[in-house]
């Protein structure tokens, strides 16, 4: 339930980017790819010291030594680092790329756990691995060379590896296993590229008996290469649960003979290695991915290994029939059976597998079935058309024939998880590293090289600190509308409910099933499921109740489980939501969560819609405290209305009316325990007068009354019953003055009086003055000539935001007292300094605010900016730390550098 309108502006969120803790954002800086972290102390002073204070964001680190110039202070870095760093990976090219190599490993022998290895260019340059011997605490290898007498030769691999990848840089050149695999007695994954064995039986049978004493090992990767046979002993692996021979070529008759022994096997790739039968699968009962693309298999066997296949891949072999058996396979998620020589004519038993009726029965019988893919050609179109209606959760895909590299892409990018997780994949390493292990992770050109602690230190010239307390003090200069949406729908763990069945039935679409993800974990799942709920309430509430049940098994039961996640419920009701929405389901949705819902975010394009709000304010009116109700046409407003749904929420804290009722609002009773009002767009005009019952709401302190007819000034004497307001908004008021009542606000310090051109007159201002509290003030697009005189005696005031104003008497800056504690100023788009002007207008008022932190004066085309004029401007002023302006104001666009460099505590945000 989403509904776009420009003009529609999400409430704030109580949450941004900039307010987690600085333990959770070290954890999310750890999930960006190792070759890209080192940009991020760049961003701003905070990035910077959380970097530096927490080692697990320097726990895996990249380093392209082709690219590296300054070894000494790479060593300096490391030293520095070295008891945090555990995950290495190293791009070389040349001997003495080496060189530097052995002294980076000596430092981080004591710590490093993983370490990947790979060439660039023409090769490695690595002429031994005796420096193996000295990481005694090394768990994964990951190593790429070019000589195989290195491996062949090798006896010094570390005792403690658990996985272990070997590739040679020259193709096929693997002769040999290196002779201390067996010493490995904890290894659990071993992947090696390019085993080609001496075709001698003996010799590659006993290469392979290396492996045999391998007991604990659960994942084996053999690719591109050929074997003569797999050795009787290979059943003696119990603990093997993934095999893949990928693009591997078995050269004997019955060379796979021994997988049969392996029951415990649940995932099993066999892509293109010439393989013709599949009978020593049919007792592998625990079986849950099959992949045997580009093979010659003639037939598919019967067998129990078919009830638990999750994934099955046969597509471009010599198949002529599919087993019955297979559409009773009611785990079955994805079946890719194109490219085989199925016969089309009408005399075949089941229609095999391209006939509609053998698919229909297929996906009938398979409930969790998602993707089938078929031969191009192999359907009429209205056949494929009826498919997709009547199983729309089927993805039917006609894929035409394929030759080797393009089914070798095939295969590639389709690995398929069946865990449970989410995503998890076997070949995946289990502290979620990025994916140094897999063939797509080459070095090119444009990867990151590691930059020293010098670049680091750019922060200070690129993005002095970043703004961290400038929105409290700049209020409603910038708009609000990026905040996000404040609401949030999606679903709770009931049952077997599923939550894109459910928002499918609310929407109106038949029911989906959940979609796991394919291939390795993003490193952003490896974050526990308490930071993860922190993140996702980052996230727009459209997006969390529709994306995050539909990535994986994982984030879907968290999404279920997390309470949190549903306090926020955004609803969208546009013209035809009586035919797009099922109103039973949606009031179901909301029964759902009864008492869990804190805040509504609704949105409406007309008044019909309006006994639907109020039938769901009645199922989760009561625990409200954050509502939004907002139309996009005067059709949402219902005449005369003064709001009686308004006793559903008596707990209500914040309410936003936009468009969605008329001025008859100004007569209703709203709840006591109200903290913020906010109405814009009631009626044709507005509202004609403040609301009459404000007096009740004793907790009141932020009141916005918006777009309003309020130029007789007896219709704001109401205010004054409102002695708790501390923030006010009347913009767009049509205000002929500054309305006097405002003087018998005694708690007011924020006042917002934007778009009321009568307040360009100096008598219009003269109530200021009288504002002796006010902290911040905001006249945007009030055609003020100048900074008000009536100001000037605000010896509180703090941020004075000016911007769209004429500006065009001189001084545009008055003395006057309110200098002194002045710490935000916004002159933006002022149309009297868009000629030539000195820059001394500004430089000599404001020499004596002294507490000055943030100048706007973007689009001030007139005032041409210097180095000495901004030195002159900084001088005194020790708390500044911002200046905003146009970027062709600068004289010299050299001299934007110069800037940073010469007050490295200033951002300077020079903007088109």
């Not at 638990?308 to 079955?332: A, H, K, M, R, V």
């Not at 708009?479 to 609310?506: K, N, Q, V, W």
């Not at 936009?658 to 008859?664: F, K, L, R």
């Amino acid at each position: 339930m989403a509904l776009n309108s420009a003009k529609m502006r999400p409430p704030s969120r109580d949450m941004h980017f900039d307010d987690l803790p600085d333990p959770l954002l070290a954890q999310l800086f750890a999930c960006v790819p190792a070759r890209h972290r080192r940009r991020l102390p760049l961003v701003c002073r905070r990035w910077r010291a959380v970097c530096d204070a927490h080692p697990i964001t320097w726990q895996e680190v990249y380093l392209d030594f082709p690219k590296i110039e300054a070894n000494g202070k790479l060593y300096k870095w490391c030293v520095e680092r070295r008891a945090g760093i555990q995950r290495l990976k190293v791009v070389t090219n040349t001997e003495d790329d080496w060189l530097a190599v052995h002294l980076v490993l000596g430092v981080l022998a004591a710590s490093l756990q993983r370490l990947t290895v790979r060439g660039r260019g023409s090769g490695v340059g690595m002429q031994s691995v005796a420096w193996l011997s000295i990481l005694s605490r090394l768990k994964a290898l990951d190593l790429q060379y070019d000589d195989t007498d290195i491996i062949e030769n090798c006896a010094v691999l570390p005792v403690g590896l658990e996985e272990l990848t070997l590739r040679c840089w020259k193709w096929n050149r693997v002769g040999w296993l290196p002779p201390s695999l067996p010493r490995l007695a904890d290894l659990r994954r071993l992947r090696v590229h390019g085993l080609a064995l001496p075709l001698t039986e003996v010799l590659g049978a006993d290469t392979l008996l290396y492996l045999t004493s391998l007991t604990k090992l659960e994942h084996l990767e053999l690719k591109s290469g050929h074997i003569n046979a797999l050795p009787a002993g290979f059943t003696a692996l119990r603990a093997l649960t993934g095999l893949s021979l990928l693009y591997t070529s078995v050269l004997a008759d019955n060379g796979l003979r021994p997988l049969a022994g392996l029951t415990a096997l649940r995932e099993l790739d066999l892509s293109e290695s010439a393989v013709t039968s599949l009978r020593f699968v049919t007792n592998m009962t625990g079986l849950r991915r099959l992949a045997v693309p580009g093979n010659d298999i003639s037939v598919l066997p019967e067998g129990r290994y078919l009830q638990s296949l999750q994934y099955l891949d046969i597509s471009c072999n010599s198949l002529l029939d599919l087993p019955s058996q297979l559409t009773e396979c009611t785990g079955l998620e994805v079946l890719r059976m194109d490219n085989n020589p199925f016969p089309a004519g009408d005399d075949t038993p089941l229609m095999l597998a391209h006939g509609p009726a053998f698919l229909r029965q297929l996906m009938t019988g398979n409930p969790y079935l998602r993707e089938v893919t078929i031969s191009k050609g192999s359907l009429l179109k209205l056949s494929h058309a009826q498919l997709r209606t009547s199983f729309p959760q089927v993805l039917l895909t006609e894929v035409g024939k394929r030759g080797e590299g393009t089914l070798r892409d095939h295969v590639e990018n389709n690995q398929y998880s069946s865990s449970d997780d989410g995503g998890s994949s076997s070949s995946s390493s289990s502290d979620g590293m990025s994916d140094w292990g897999s063939d797509a992770d080459h070095t090119g050109s444009d990867e990151e090289e590691w930059s020293s602690e010098e670049d680091a230190g750019e922060a200070d010239l690129e993005g002095g600190e970043e703004d961290a307390g400038e929105a409290d003090l700049e209020g409603g200069e910038e708009d609000d509308e990026a905040d996000g949406e404040a609401g949030s729908e999606g679903d709770d763990l009931g049952g077997d409910h599923d939550a894109r069945a459910e928002m499918d039935a609310i929407n109106g679409r038949p029911a989906r099933r959940a979609m796991g993800t394919a291939g390795r974990p993003a490193p952003l799942l490896t974050l526990p499921d308490s930071l993860l709920v922190h993140l996702f309430n980052l996230l727009a509430p459209a997006e969390r109740q529709n994306i995050i049940p539909l990535v994986c098994r994982r984030l879907r039961v968290l999404a279920n489980t997390a309470s949190s996640l549903w306090e926020q419920v955004h609803l969208a009701l546009p013209h035809d939501f009586q035919q797009t929405i099922s109103t039973a389901h949606l009031y179901q949705f909301f029964v759902r969560r009864e008492g869990a819902v804190r805040s509504l975010h609704v949105e409406m394009s007309s008044g019909a819609a309006w006994p639907t709000v109020v039938a769901v304010l009645g199922v989760v009116g009561r625990s409200l405290h954050d509502l939004r109700i907002a139309g996009d046409t005067q059709e949402c407003q219902v005449p005369g209305c003064t709001a009686p749904w308004l006793e559903l929420v008596p707990n209500l804290l914040s309410l936003e009316l936009d468009e969605a009722v008329d001025h008859s609002i100004a007569e209703a009773r709203f709840p006591q325990s109200l903290t913020r009002l906010e109405l814009s767009y009631c009626g044709d005009e507005g509202l004609y007068t403040v609301p009459a019952n404000l007096e009740r709401c004793t907790q009141l302190h932020t009141l916005a009354l918006q777009s309003a007819m309020f130029d007789n000034e007896l219709t704001l004497d109401r205010l004054a019953a409102c002695k708790t307001i501390e923030h006010l908004d009347l913009s767009n008021c049509c205000l002929a003055r500054v309305p006097p009542v405002l003087a018998r606000l005694p708690r007011l310090t924020s006042l917002t009086l934007n778009e009321n051109d009568g307040l360009g007159a100096a008598a219009a201002l003269a109530p200021l003055s009288l504002l002796t509290g006010l902290k911040t003030l905001e006249m945007r697009e009030c055609r003020l000539p100048a900074v008000p005189a009536s100001v000037t005696a605000l010896t509180s005031l703090q941020c004075l935001l000016l911007g769209y104003n004429h500006m065009t008497e001189r001084p545009p800056i008055p003395a006057g007292p309110y200098l002194a504690g002045l710490r935000v100023l916004a002159m933006s788009d002022a149309r009297g300094l868009q000629d030539d002007q000195p820059f001394d207008l500004l430089v000599e008022p404001l020499a004596a605010a002294g507490r000055l932190e943030v100048l706007r004066i973007n689009r001030c085309m007139g005032l041409q900016l210097s180095i000495e004029d901004v030195g002159a401007l900084l001088e005194g002023k020790p708390h500044f730390r911002k200046l905003e302006f146009t970027a062709d104001m600068l004289s010299d666009p050299e001299d934007l550098v110069q800037l940073r460099r010469r007050f490295p505590r200033v951002t300077f945000k020079a903007v088109e």
